[in-house]
């Protein structure tokens, strides 16, 4: 499923992010005030995140909102739900 690849990349991207920037999962919770277990979830590919959220998780780690969106490709080829 398509929402599933984009949640998942979404989710690398964040981890990658978040290590590069040096910070626990617990850490970057605090700093975007997102709970610590919906933090996981989003770096495991299991939530659909808001734009808002995303662009929290930006500044937090420093970055635009555009990098947490990487890799993920305009027309995935698996096009079901």
Not at 52 to 78: M, T, Y
Request: charged letters at 25%.
């Amino acid at each position: 499923m398509k929402d599933k690849l984009i949640t998942t990349q979404l989710g690398k991207n964040v981890r990658e992010l978040r290590l590069k920037a040096k910070l626990t999962q617990e850490q970057l919770a605090e700093l975007t005030q997102i709970h610590a277990v919906y933090m996981s979830n989003i770096e495991n590919g299991l939530r659909n995140i808001t734009v808002i959220k995303a662009f929290k998780i930006s500044q937090a780690l420093n970055v635009d909102v555009s990098d947490l969106f990487k890799g993920i490709p305009r027309n995935p080829k698996n096009t079901s739900k």
